[in-house]
């Protein structure tokens, strides 16, 4: 299972929220690039790069910042947060992006979104399944819509996904585990690679993840709070 720190962005800060609420922001470092290098000096090769401002603004915001951690670094980055447009896809993939997630714009705009998948392959396009009760939501979880997050992900399995990204929101931030038997629940109806995000809050998390069949499992708050320490993800790197 891949270990995938995530960074998220607000005005250039790693930041962090609580159940996707902008109002819970907490700023844990004003140089997110200083962050991917502690990480990439443990062994860390992926990056989970979420552009919150964007993700409000639906458009993409933080692409600076993703070009300077993709210059500075050797992370695989998958960005996400606000990618609305073609233009969007173009200036992440321009920027040193090599995935990029799309999960509002697979709601609102499917057609666009199956575009994205003829074009990059679902090798490059992930689909991001974020919910709240088991239905989607979308603009940085300000919304939510009628979409059961299994028919939407077997809907973009037949299109060519390969992988997903799934958090549960009510789990983010909270540090009180992951959604254990979601996961479990769509990995035993779909062929795809599933990421988890959302909830790890200590060691045990990541090791049961993985013992369920999680592909990666992505984790954030448990980082800056000391739950999960640097060495012990060296350890599963």
């Known amino acids: 299972m891949r270990i995938i720190p995530a960074i998220d962005i607000i005005d250039g800060n790693c930041v962090r929220l609580t159940k996707g609420d902008y109002e819970t922001k907490k700023i844990y470092n ?42 500075e670094t050797n992370l695989k980055i998958d960005f996400g947060g606000g990618l609305k447009s073609n233009d969007d896809l173009r200036i992440a993939f321009e920027s040193g992006a090599k995935q990029v997630t799309g999960g509002s714009i697979a709601v609102q705009e499917p057609e666009i979104f199956k575009s994205w998948l003829n074009i990059y392959s679902g090798d490059k396009i992930i689909l991001g399944a974020d919910c709240m009760n088991q239905k989607i939501a979308t603009n940085g979880w300000l919304q939510t819509s009628d979409l059961d997050v299994l028919p939407f992900i077997n809907t973009y399995e037949k299109e060519g996904v390969k992988s997903v990204i799934c958090t549960d929101i009510s789990k983010d931030g909270m540090l009180k585990g992951p959604s254990i038997e979601l996961y479990k629940d769509l990995i035993d109806k779909t062929n795809i690679n599933l990421i988890a995000s959302g909830g790890v809050s200590c060691l045990h998390d990541l090791i049961e993840l993985k013992s369920i069949g999680c592909e990666g499992a992505i984790v954030g708050k448990a980082i800056y709070e000391g739950k999960v320490t640097l060495e012990q993800l060296s350890e599963l790197c």
């Not at 990056?47 to 993409?60: C, N, P, Q, T, Y």
Request: aromatic share 4%; proline share 2%.
């Open 30 to 71: 004003e140089n997110p690039l200083e962050v991917a290098k502690e990480l990439e000096d443990i062994g860390i090769q992926y990056l989970h790069l979420v552009d919150l401002d964007g993700a409000k603004s639906e458009r993409i915001v933080n692409y600076k910042t993703l070009e300077l951690i993709a210059n």
